[in-house]
C-alpha cells in the first residue's frame, strides 16, 4: 500500500418512504450500477468539506441546490481499500422538498429512478454503498447517529462514532 487515497461524497434524496437513484453509466470509477442521487470526487479545495462537495455534484448533476431540499446530513463513513487506493466515501441523506417537481429532475450522468424502500436489495450497486443502504434501511433512518463502516469481503462493519 503505497497510500493513494480516492475521497468521494453522494447524496441519496428521498420523498417519504422512495429514493431517487442514479443509473451511472460511462464513469470511470462506478459504471452500469445504481448511486445515490449523485455524488463524485473531492475538488482539492473541498477535502475538509465534504459538505461543500456533495452540494456542488448535486447542483452539477442535477441542477437541484440546497434549497431544494430539507434535513441534509451526513450520516455514513465508509472505508474499502481497492485496486491499491483507500476508498473513503462519505453519504448525506435529504429530503426532496415537496414543490419539487420529480419529473423534472434529470442527471448528467446517467438515469434516475425512484425506488421503494423494499426494492432497493435487488439493485446491482458497489459494495460500500450496497451495505451502507442497507443499514439505513434497517437502521440508521431511524436514527440520528453518524456510523463509521469498514469494508470486508461480505460486508461492512459499521460502528456508531461517537463525539468525546
Given at each position: 500500500?503505497d497510500?493513494?487515497?480516492?475521497?468521494m461524497?453522494s447524496?441519496?434524496?428521498?420523498?417519504?418512504?422512495r429514493?431517487?437513484l442514479?443509473?451511472?453509466?460511462?464513469s470511470?470509477?462506478?459504471?452500469d450500477?445504481?448511486t445515490?442521487?449523485?455524488?463524485g470526487?473531492?475538488?482539492?479545495?473541498?477535502?475538509?468539506?465534504?459538505?461543500?462537495?456533495?452540494?456542488?455534484e448535486?447542483?452539477?448533476?442535477t441542477?437541484?441546490?440546497?434549497?431544494?431540499i430539507r434535513g441534509?446530513k451526513?450520516r455514513?463513513?465508509?472505508?474499502?481499500?481497492?485496486?491499491?487506493?483507500?476508498?473513503?466515501?462519505?453519504?448525506?441523506?435529504a429530503?426532496?422538498?415537496?414543490?419539487?417537481?420529480?419529473?423534472?429532475?434529470?442527471?448528467?450522468?446517467?438515469q434516475?429512478f425512484?425506488?421503494?424502500?423494499?426494492?432497493?436489495?435487488?439493485l446491482?450497486?458497489?459494495h460500500s454503498?450496497?451495505y451502507?443502504?442497507?443499514?439505513?434501511?434497517?437502521t440508521?433512518?431511524y436514527?440520528?447517529?453518524l456510523y463509521?463502516?469498514?469494508?470486508?469481503?461480505?460486508?461492512?462493519?459499521?460502528i456508531?462514532?461517537k463525539?468525546f
Amino acid at each position: 500500500m503505497d497510500g493513494k487515497l480516492r475521497n468521494m461524497a453522494s447524496i441519496y434524496l428521498r420523498q417519504k418512504n422512495r429514493f431517487l437513484l442514479l443509473y451511472r453509466t460511462g464513469s470511470r470509477v462506478i459504471a452500469d450500477s445504481y448511486t445515490g442521487t449523485a455524488g463524485g470526487h473531492f475538488e482539492p479545495e473541498e477535502l475538509n468539506d465534504a459538505k461543500a462537495c456533495v452540494l456542488r455534484e448535486l447542483q452539477e448533476e442535477t441542477g437541484l441546490t440546497e434549497q431544494e431540499i430539507r434535513g441534509l446530513k451526513l450520516r455514513y463513513i465508509t472505508l474499502r481499500l481497492k485496486n491499491g487506493e483507500v476508498r473513503q466515501n462519505y453519504y448525506f441523506f435529504a429530503e426532496l422538498e415537496e414543490h419539487v417537481k420529480t419529473k423534472d429532475i434529470v442527471s448528467n450522468e446517467g438515469q434516475l429512478f425512484w425506488f421503494e424502500e423494499e426494492e432497493l436489495e435487488t439493485l446491482e450497486m458497489p459494495h460500500s454503498a450496497k451495505y451502507m443502504l442497507r443499514h439505513y434501511v434497517q437502521t440508521g433512518q431511524y436514527t440520528d447517529c453518524l456510523y463509521g463502516g469498514v469494508a470486508v469481503e461480505d460486508g461492512v462493519e459499521f460502528i456508531e462514532l461517537k463525539e468525546f
